[in-house]
Each structure stands twice: as structure tokens, then as C-alpha cells.
């Protein structure tokens, strides 16, 4: 059975990550990851004139692609967990409409896929779903109307400013044991609401570091490991600015973060890409683990990670109000299989 300790839930049996998938658009076909997604899509408007349409379209294709590498329709799926920076999480609701399965919506901003992840597994390992689906995605397009300015008006963007993905990731979750193939999901720590006071719509990276620093030392402490105890660390979506102040302050804990990758600083080239400081999104940490970090543990490269989405939890009406930006990071804890299947 599952057993807690702290913030930190493990699994004497670990679920499996049983199959996966990736989507994105332009931006993403040209950053250093493209030849890694399994969807990419040049044209972002998917013809259908209306960004928030696109994005569920977006979904609905990265899902299928997901159901399909696990071999099953979706009258399978027991429950899925989805959300997106969507207004309401509508580009979930509406792919969940498409698909008709039981749905749980989440809204943790871009820690939604490290949410939803843990609760698959949870739900999982428990017993109460034999396939759990975890997926979400963001829009370039749409999150820039919903949260700064319509495309159509060219503001400036800041040098601490991150780049939406317009992307999509979807795991499906099993319980494990004897026969189960996959990547072990061997622990989850949900995160606590951190705020430090930061406003500033246009640095995300400082809002959210908080957070990431309180799930790091809340595992650490929970598992009785140090950093150097993972193959790699993952963060989604610091980026440059966020990292940066996540390395200072981690140092000030007593941890130093020397294997330590962030999502936003790998789905694009942040120097050649303008970019800003990097990538963000919900879609970005989701891309970046379907793309790039799931199939390297299967195939045995590393043998230990954890990886950590982060969320700003401000909207579009609070951040105007001058509200502060509160920031939320959940971990999972992902491990090679016993036997490692060999990389395409």
C-alpha cells in the first residue's frame, strides 16, 4: 500500500507511466527537442480561426496519439485529470467532451502536469482506476489574449519575460506489479502555496521559485535524500531568471543543485530563439516529459528522476487588482524499468 510521510506519498508498489505523447507547434518544431515530439503542428490556428478551439484540437491529438501507443480506444480510460490556463480550463473541457470519459479538472497554472501525474498515480496504486489518464496543454496565442494583450497589438515583451509553449503532453497511468511495463512512478509530493510578494506579470520565474524551493526541501527532508541522490533534477518553467534564483536560494538551504535541468531552458534555444528567458506554459513541463524525459527512462539513461512542475496561481483579473503572484510545485518521482527497453 501507498505509505506518507510528510508532503511525500510512496509507493510500495509503483504505477507505470504505461504510454505517453507529445505535441507542439512552430515555435516548438524549431527549438532543440523537435525531432523528439511525437505531433508538431506549423500551423498553431489548426485552420479552425479561434486560438482557444486550436488548442483543444491540440489536445484531442496528442491524447489519441497517447491511447494509441497504449493500444486502447477511449471508452478504456477510467478517469482522466486535465486542465489548461484556459478561462475555466475550457480547452480540457471541451476535448473531455470529445472523449467522454469520467473527468476530474484541475487548474494548477504550469504545474497542472505534475498535478495531474501524481494524482493518475495515486489513483492508480490505490486500486481505483486501472487507466488513469493525466494530460494538459497551453497556446501561445490564447494565453497572451487571456493574460497580457491580444498578438495584434505588439507590446514590448521583458527580458524576464518566458514564451508560452504551444504544446500538449498525455501520460497514461497503471497500476504496477508483475507484468507491468512502463516507468515507475516511485513517490509524489504535492506542494504548499508559497508567495514572496512578487507582482510583476512579466517574471513568472521569480514568482514560481518559491514554491519549487519549499517541494524540493519538503522531498528531500520527506525521502531522506539530497540532490545528488537523482540522475537529474527537472524544473517546469523556470526559466533563465527563475533558475537562477532557485540555485541561490537552494544554496542558502543547504543544497546544491549541480544536475538540476529546466524545462522552459529545453524546449527552446533561449539564446537564437527570442524567447526571452525561456519557455512556460502548461504545455511546456508537459512536453518537455513526454518528449524528452519518460522515453530516456524507459530506455535506461537515467536510472532516477524528479521532476517538478511549477505554477503561478494569480489570473487575469487579480494580477489587476495588484494582487501578488502565489506560486504552487508539485513533484513526482520517476524511476528506470527493471528492463530497460531499447531507444528507437
Given at each position: 500500500?501507498?505509505?506518507?510521510s510528510?508532503d511525500?506519498?510512496f509507493?510500495?508498489?509503483p504505477?507505470?507511466?504505461r504510454a505517453w505523447a507529445?505535441a507542439g507547434g512552430?515555435?516548438?518544431?524549431?527549438g532543440?527537442?523537435?525531432?523528439?515530439f511525437d505531433?508538431?503542428?506549423?500551423?498553431?490556428?489548426?485552420?479552425?480561426g479561434?486560438?482557444?478551439?486550436?488548442e483543444?484540437?491540440?489536445?484531442q491529438k496528442c491524447?489519441?496519439?497517447?491511447l494509441?501507443?497504449?493500444?486502447l480506444?477511449?471508452?478504456?480510460i477510467?478517469l482522466a485529470?486535465?486542465?489548461?490556463?484556459q478561462?475555466?480550463c475550457t480547452?480540457s473541457?471541451?476535448t473531455?467532451?470529445?472523449?467522454?470519459?469520467?473527468?476530474?479538472?484541475?487548474?494548477g497554472?504550469?504545474?497542472t502536469?505534475a498535478?495531474?501525474?501524481?494524482l493518475?498515480a495515486?489513483m492508480?496504486?490505490?486500486?481505483?482506476?486501472?487507466?488513469?489518464?493525466?494530460f494538459?496543454s497551453?497556446?501561445?496565442c490564447a494565453a497572451e489574449r487571456q493574460?497580457?494583450t491580444?498578438l495584434d497589438?505588439?507590446g514590448?515583451?521583458?527580458t524576464?519575460?518566458?514564451?508560452t509553449?504551444?504544446?500538449?503532453?498525455?501520460?497514461?497511468v497503471?497500476?504496477g506489479?508483475?507484468?507491468?511495463?512502463?516507468?515507475?512512478v516511485r513517490s509524489?509530493t504535492?506542494?504548499?502555496?508559497q508567495?514572496?510578494?512578487v507582482h510583476?506579470?512579466n517574471?513568472m520565474g521569480?514568482?514560481?521559485?518559491?514554491?519549487a524551493?519549499?517541494t524540493?526541501c519538503?522531498?528531500?527532508a520527506d525521502a531522506?535524500?539530497r540532490?545528488?541522490d537523482?540522475?537529474v533534477?527537472?524544473t517546469g518553467?523556470?526559466?533563465r531568471?527563475?533558475?537562477?534564483?532557485?540555485?541561490d536560494?537552494?544554496?542558502?538551504?543547504g543544497?546544491?543543485?549541480?544536475?538540476?535541468r529546466?524545462?522552459?531552458?529545453?524546449?527552446?534555444?533561449?539564446?537564437?530563439q527570442?524567447?526571452?528567458?525561456?519557455?512556460?506554459?502548461?504545455?511546456?513541463s508537459?512536453a518537455?516529459?513526454?518528449a524528452h524525459?519518460?522515453?530516456r527512462l524507459?530506455a535506461?539513461?537515467?536510472?532516477?528522476?524528479?521532476?517538478?512542475?511549477t505554477?503561478?496561481l494569480?489570473s487575469?483579473?487579480?494580477?489587476?487588482q495588484?494582487?501578488?503572484i502565489?506560486g504552487?510545485a508539485?513533484?513526482?518521482e520517476?524511476?528506470?524499468p527493471d528492463?530497460?527497453a531499447k531507444e528507437?
Amino acid at each position: 500500500m501507498p505509505v506518507r510521510s510528510g508532503d511525500t506519498i510512496f509507493f510500495s508498489t509503483p504505477p507505470v507511466v504505461r504510454a505517453w505523447a507529445s505535441a507542439g507547434g512552430k515555435k516548438e518544431s524549431e527549438g532543440p527537442l523537435a525531432g523528439a515530439f511525437d505531433l508538431l503542428f506549423p500551423d498553431a490556428s489548426f485552420q479552425c480561426g479561434k486560438w482557444e478551439k486550436a488548442e483543444s484540437l491540440l489536445q484531442q491529438k496528442c491524447v489519441a496519439r497517447c491511447l494509441a501507443a497504449a493500444g486502447l480506444d477511449q471508452d478504456q480510460i477510467d478517469l482522466a485529470f486535465a486542465g489548461d490556463l484556459q478561462a475555466q480550463c475550457t480547452a480540457s473541457n471541451y476535448t473531455m467532451r470529445a472523449l467522454g470519459a469520467p473527468y476530474a479538472g484541475l487548474y494548477g497554472a504550469c504545474s497542472t502536469m505534475a498535478e495531474g501525474l501524481a494524482l493518475a498515480a495515486c489513483m492508480a496504486a490505490a486500486g481505483y482506476a486501472g487507466q488513469a489518464l493525466a494530460f494538459t496543454s497551453s497556446h501561445f496565442c490564447a494565453a497572451e489574449r487571456q493574460f497580457r494583450t491580444p498578438l495584434d497589438y505588439g507590446g514590448k515583451r521583458t527580458t524576464t519575460a518566458q514564451w508560452t509553449a504551444t504544446a500538449a503532453g498525455a501520460c497514461l497511468v497503471s497500476p504496477g506489479g508483475a507484468g507491468a511495463q512502463g516507468v515507475p512512478v516511485r513517490s509524489v509530493t504535492f506542494g504548499r502555496v508559497q508567495d514572496y510578494e512578487v507582482h510583476d506579470i512579466n517574471n513568472m520565474g521569480a514568482a514560481m521559485m518559491p514554491a519549487a524551493v519549499s517541494t524540493l526541501c519538503h522531498h528531500f527532508a520527506d525521502a531522506g535524500t539530497r540532490p545528488s541522490d537523482y540522475d537529474v533534477i527537472f524544473t517546469g518553467d523556470l526559466g533563465r531568471v527563475g533558475s537562477e534564483l532557485l540555485h541561490d536560494q537552494m544554496r542558502r538551504e543547504g543544497f546544491a543543485l549541480e544536475n538540476h535541468r529546466d524545462c522552459g531552458c529545453l524546449l527552446y534555444d533561449v539564446d537564437a530563439q527570442q524567447v526571452q528567458a525561456g519557455g512556460s506554459g502548461a504545455g511546456c513541463s508537459a512536453a518537455v516529459l513526454c518528449a524528452h524525459v519518460l522515453p530516456r527512462l524507459l530506455a535506461g539513461r537515467w536510472r532516477r528522476v524528479l521532476f517538478l512542475s511549477t505554477g503561478a496561481l494569480m489570473s487575469q483579473t487579480t494580477y489587476l487588482q495588484g494582487e501578488s503572484i502565489p506560486g504552487i510545485a508539485h513533484a513526482v518521482e520517476l524511476a528506470a524499468p527493471d528492463t530497460p527497453a531499447k531507444e528507437a
